[in-house]
Each structure stands twice: as structure tokens, then as C-alpha cells.
């Protein structure tokens, strides 16, 4: 068989489409996303080389128009879990034994394929099924998992490249493994991207995987599965299904060939599956690799050199773009008096501007929150802080669920910056701000600090670079995205890696080599060519 050093087509970013008026994608994207509001689809588990079906169906409909229909999915037991990790396990020697340059074809393919010919599919899939706007949509589920794909080949690929020195007569060898067992790929439902990347990436890497989406995702979940297999992957390499999470922990995590866990998700989920594996240990084959990125209290901080447009642009966009729940969105801000009546101004302005509704109507900036869990959440804390003389609600706190699960941009402004809302993880368009003493700042980052377990994003926005290194350096610990004049989301596969630590996750970089070096285990390999035939050194001859 010929063999060669290949080299991968270098990975480049994927160029975002505008969808401006009368565009040749924005006229076939809603027609795709007419076509799928005409038909109920019917979503089966896909184990091994079979579609499986249960008799527990689940109803999916757009969190903005939860009265219609897109299909339906079938709930998983604890057997189909089972028959996931046997699948999984059966498929694992062969694929193993593939050669990288063939597991890097299929997923290169996946990444050419949601380019071309699915990109309005999966954009709309998330569209409809996660009321993402079409920028929302276009960043994520073209152009995020499409970078994933493309950037993690190459990343595989440095990896491989990676060896050690040899000495004369020596030749030393590291061969990248995969893990011994299987992964459970355990995905969130406000990133497509995320969705399709945590399975790949192991996948990639020669391991195996029993993958579960959120039940609110498993929409476009069902469209990446197709990609996958239109890709040509093997059956059994990633197996979907949609368990309740204590059915899939109760086999999965008591089984000898866990090997690792892929997570994005809340911080408590991720703490107890944690403390689940350290109960569990002496039960493996091996110590599992454990990889999270979970919550985040993640701020904006400005200085009083700040420029107020720019300030008020980066509040309006952090906090509020698909209705503030990315991981990354800006829901406490700290703004200094001098500059808050400008401020203030600005965002009002915006938020003045920006229509709420369903995601079809490309006008819309403000779609509905996910579900009526999420939205009955939201709606308590906004409740509360209507009651509470500590803080003012200065814009939106209306919401209404008849239709779809939509609230306003709210915004709240906090006397104490202790208060409930600068605290706690919200996950929805609600951004809370404390109007500190211009001449305070640097108490005010150490504030910052101390105010949230989480450490995922932050950003400061300053003309004074004084200033600026002051800030970089005291929240050295607060972010693990770091943002300087500029909102705190946004991240770009190859330029800002994802992911951040404390209450925030293990820091693992989503977009990055350290993330998929997770999922191998080294070899060292050492061969002697002219192995010696005495044991004797020289330093045992007498003088």
C-alpha cells in the first residue's frame, strides 16, 4: 500500500454571509426554512447501523412558536444507553485502526458539506428549533463547526507531527492513542457548533463515542447526524441518543470502559458528574479524562477614559445577542459615573430599536428564550426585581409566553454589587449594571474579582493603557477569554480558543491542539538498533 507524509488543506476560517436583502442565500435559506415548517419529521436514535425507536415520543416545536410542530424524537432508557456503549465498544478496534489520514477525510467532507450544500438546512434547523436570528445561526452552524471541523483536522495533524529527539544509534517514537473505552459526549443547546464539535473532536482523534444532545437541540442534532453519515462515517463511531441525564449517568458512569467525558453545561451537572466519576473510580479501566466548560457570570468593565458609543454598542451586543444565552454574554457591567448618563443614552437608544419575534422574520434582533423552564426562571428574578427598592429596572422587565417564550431586554440597575442579579447565572436577555465612583477603579476590579465563582469571559473597555494592563493583570484569574475594547463574546475557532476555569470548566480551549490532546493517551517508543551484548559500564574497570 502506498504510503506518504500528507499534509491537510490548511484551515481557514469560514467567510460569514450577510443575508442582506434580496442575497442569493438569504432567498434559499427561507425557502429551506419554509420547506421545514411544512413537515413533521420523525427523529429515531441512531445506535450502531440501526435507527431505534422507542414508545416514549417527545414533541419538538420553535421555542418562538411552540404551538407548531416540527416532529418528533424518541426518549431513550437506560437499555438503549446500554446498547450505545456496546456499539460504541464494537465499532472501536476498526475504527482505531483507520488511518488519520482517512478519519480526517470524513470529517473535512462533513466541513464541505455544511459549507455547501446543508448549510441552509442545519441553519435553519437551528433557526427553527433554537429561535436563533440568521446571523445567530450563520456564525454558529455554518461557520463555528464548519472552523471546528477544518481546524481540528489540522490541529490532529500537529499533533501527530509531534516527536521526541533521538540519540546516536537510537530512534525514539510517540505514538498518540487513542483512549481505552468510550466517550460520552454530553451537549448543550445554545450552540449547534458545540453540539457537533465535542463528538468530533474525540471522534477524530480515533476514540469513540455515545453522544447526548440537549433535548432542546436534538432538532439540529438530527441534521449534523446526517452530515456525519453523508460523510461517510462508520457505524457505531458516534452513537445518538436522547436519555434523561440520571438514566445515561446510572450505566455510564459505572461502566469499566468509561474513558472520558466531553461536556458543555451548567456548572452544578458538571460538579456532580465530577463527584459521580470520583466515587466511581476504582470501577474503570482507566482514569477518565474529565472535560467541561460550564457557567458564567462573565462582565464588561469600563474605565472612565472609555469611549461611551463604543461602550454602549458592546452592552447592546454582549448581553442581549440570542437573548443572552451564550456561555460568553454579558450580564453584569460596571460603569464608571462619568460616563453613565452618555451610556445610558446610547443603550437605551438601541434597545428602543431592536423588533422582538420569530426568527423567520429577518428583521427580528430578539428572538424567544428556549423553553418555558428557562422563561418561567428568567420571569422570577425580573419579578423580584420590580419589588426591590436596591435596584431599577430602567428598560424592558415584559414578557409574555401565549406564542412563544419571549422577555424583553431588561435592564437592571444595582446599588449593591453584591445584589442577587450581579451574582448568579441567569442565561437569558437580562443584564444588570453598578454605576461605580469614576475615581474607584482599581477597587472596583478587585470587586469584579471576588463577586462570581465563575471565570469564563470579561472584557474592558478603556483609552488609557495604564488603564488597560492594570486590568488585564488584576483579572488575571477572573477570565479565560479576555477582551479588550470589545464585547466579551465572539470567540473564533483558531484566534480566541474557548473556555475558562474556577466555576467556569477545566479550561480545555474548545478550537484548540490542548483540547483534542484530551483525548489521546502517548505511547513512548524507544528502539535500539545495535543493542549492547555485555552489562558491564566502563566505570567497573580497575584503575
Known sequence: MPKGIYKVPLAINEIIRSYASGSAERIELKAMLKKLRTIEIDIPMYIGNKEVRSENKIRLSPPHDHKHTLGYFYKSDKSHVQLAINAALEAKEKWSNL????????????????????????????????????????IDSACE????????????????????????????????????????????FNFTAIAGNLPTSCAMMGNVVVWKPSNTQVYSANVLMEIFKKSGLPDGVINL???????????????????????TGST???????????????????????????????????HKSAEAKTLAVALSRGAFEYQGQKCSAASRAYIPSNLWNEVKTN????????????????????????????????????????????????????????????????????????YVTMCEELFGPVLTIFIYDENKYEETLELIDSTSIYALTGAILSQDRYAIELATKKLSNAAGNFYINDKCTGAVVGQQPFGGSRGSGTNDKAGAKINLLRWVSPRTIKETFVPPIDYKYPFLEAD
Do not use: C
Request: glycine content about 8%; proline content about 5%.
Open 99 to 138: 488511518s488519520w489520514e482517512n478519519r480526517a477525510s470524513i470529517f473535512l467532507k462533513a466541513a464541505e458539506l455544511i459549507a455547501g450544500p446543508y448549510r441552509y438546512k442545519l441553519n435553519a434547523a437551528t433557526m427553527l428549533g433554537q429561535s436563533k436570528n440568521v446571523f445567530q445561526a450563520e
Open 145 to 188: 463547526i464548519i472552523d471546528f471541523l477544518r481546524f481540528n483536522v489540522q490541529y490532529m495533524t500537529e499533533i501527530y507531527d509531534e516527536q521526541p529527539i533521538s540519540g546516536p544509534g537510537v530512534w525514539n517514537r510517540l505514538e498518540w492513542r487513542p483512549l481505552e473505552g468510550f466517550i460520552y459526549a454530553l451537549t448543550p
Open 241 to 263: 441518543i436522547y436519555p434523561s441525564g440520571p438514566d445515561a449517568a446510572e450505566v455510564i458512569f459505572n461502566h469499566k470502559d468509561f474513558a472520558g467525558i466531553h461536556f
Open 268 to 302: 452544578e451537572v458538571f460538579q456532580n458528574i465530577w463527584q459521580t466519576i470520583g466515587n466511581n473510580i476504582h470501577k474503570y479501566r482507566s482514569y477518565p479524562r474529565i472535560v467541561g466548560e460550564t457557567g458564567g457570570k462573565d462582565f464588561i468593565m469600563a
Open 347 to 418: 443603550v437605551l437608544e438601541d434597545l428602543k430599536s431592536m423588533k422582538i419575534g420569530p426568527t423567520e422574520d429577518f428583521t427580528n434582533f430578539i428572538n424567544a428564550v428556549i423553553d418555558e423552564k428557562s422563561f418561567d426562571k428568567l420571569v422570577k428574578f425580573i419579578d423580584s426585581a420590580k419589588k426591590d427598592e436596591q435596584v431599577e429596572i430602567i428598560a424592558g422587565g415584559n414578557y409574555d409566553k401565549t406564542k412563544g417564550y419571549f422577555i424583553e431586554p431588561t435592564i437592571i440597575v444595582a446599588k449593591d454589587p453584591k
